[in-house]
C-alpha cells in the first residue's frame, strides 16, 4: 500500500509539472549545447547522420557501434572541436552496454540523451522459413539492444537528476506490418509497445524523463548490407545474401536521406512528441489498421 501511495504521489507530481510545461506551449526536448548525446548504430546512415546534426547543435557524443570504421568514418564527419567518445559496443550484449555507460559516465559526468538508434533487418523471406538463429540475431539487437540501453542509461539518469531523453527507433513497420520481413517487422511493434510501457513507467515514479518513439519510412542508407554485421551462427548463403540485399535496397531506392530523416526527428523533438514520422502519408494505411481492429474484419 506504501509503495502504491508514493507512486500516486509521483503520478501527480509529474503530471502537475506537464500541465505546467503545457500551459507554457510546447518545449523543445531537443538535445542543445552542452548536453551529452549517446547514439548508437552511429556508425552509419541515420545515427552518422543524427550524430552530425546534434554535434552542430554543440552537444557532447558518444558514438556507440559495433563497426570500429565505421565510427572512425562519423567521427571524421563531426564538425571540428566537437568533443566525442567512440566506444565499439554490441548493442545486444547487455554486459558491454553496462561497461559502455560506465565509460559514459567517466568521461562526460552524466547523460541526457539516449538514441537507441542500433538496428539490422535480417533476412526477407517467408515468415516460416526464418532460422532460429536470425531470430536471436534480429530480436537481440532491435529489441534488446533498446532494452541495453535502457537498463543501463536511464538508472544513472534517474541518479543524476530527473530530466532526460530517450529516443527508441522503431520504423513504420513497428506501426504497420509489413510481409517478408517478419522478425524486423515483430522486432519494431515491440520496440514501440515496450516505448509507450517505459514512458508510463517513468511517468508513474515521477521523473521527467521523456521517450520519444522513432518510426523512419524508407531512408536511403546501407540497411540493406545490415548482414554483414551478423554474428557467428548465422548463416547466410552467398544467394540468400544476394537477393535480401537486392530486395531491401530496391524497397529504398525512393527513400529520404538520412540527413532529411534526422531533420524530422529534430523537429519532432523539437514539438515535443513522443511519436517521430518521416513519412506522414503511412497514416492512412495506420487508420486503416485501427479500423479493422475495431471492425473486426481482414
Ligand atoms: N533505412 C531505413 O529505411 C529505415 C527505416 C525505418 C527504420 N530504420 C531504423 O533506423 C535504424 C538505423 O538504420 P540505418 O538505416 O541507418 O542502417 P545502417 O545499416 O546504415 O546503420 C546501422 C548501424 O548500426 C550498427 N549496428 C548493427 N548491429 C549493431 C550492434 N549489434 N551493435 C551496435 N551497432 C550495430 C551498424 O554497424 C551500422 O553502423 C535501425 O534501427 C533501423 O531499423 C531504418
Redesign the pocket.
Known sequence: MRGSLRLSRGVRRTLKGAREVESLGSLSIAPSTDSVVVV??????????LAVLLAERGCRLAL????DS??AA?TAALPPGVESLQLR?????STAMRECALSVEERFGRVDALF??????GPVGLAWEMSVPDWNWVL???LL?VANGVRSFVPMMLRHGSSGLIVN??????LIATPFTSI?TAS?HAVVGYSEALQQELVAVGSAIRVVV?????????????Y??R?PGVEWDAEQQESTTRALAQ??RN?IS?TT?AERLIAALDADSMYAL?HREFLPAMRQRLGLVEAGGR
Not at 559496443?89 to 550484449?93: E, I, Q, S
Open positions: 548508437t548504430g552511429a556508425g552509419s546512415g541515420l545515427g552518422q547522420a556507440v557501434d559495433i563497426d565505421s565510427l562519423t559496443v554490441d548493442v545486444a550484449d537507441n538508434n542500433a538496428g539490422v533487418v537481440g539487437v532491435n539492444g527507433t522503431a520504423s513504420v513497420a513497428g524486423y519494431k522513432f518510426a523512419p519510412g524508407e531512408v536511403l542508407t546501407d540497411i540493406s548490407k545490415g554483414r554485421s554474428p524497397s529504398l527513400g538520412p530523416a518521416t
